[in-house]
């Protein structure tokens, strides 16, 4: 099978940088709802077909899809029944020359 190349963390993408630098949530603690921590964010993960943040990767390793997570403003908030929630994509956009 052929290397995917559709997903990378953003730190590898030299040339994409979030539209919003305000959605770098890179470093922020991750809790539930009732406070539990779940550790920090180490990295987001792009999908670069669809130019927006699919996850993110925590210090330990875990990988946790973005429409479980409720930005606040200086940590996340891991929300486990969201399906049914719209979801915001931190949108991404190579450098432009």
Do not use: C
């Amino acid at each position: 099978m052929k290397h995917d190349d559709r997903f990378n963390e953003l730190h590898s993408l030299s040339k994409w940088q979030l539209e919003n630098e305000d959605q770098d949530i890179r470093g922020y603690p991750v809790r539930s709802l009732t406070g539990e921590s779940y550790g920090k964010i180490e990295d987001m993960l792009v999908d670069k077909d669809k130019e927006h943040v699919a996850a993110v990767r925590m210090e330990d390793g875990r990988l946790v899809g973005v429409d479980h997570l409720d930005i606040r403003d200086d940590h996340v908030i891991y929300v486990d029944d969201r399906a049914a929630s719209p979801v915001t994509y931190a949108s991404v956009r190579p450098h432009r020359a």
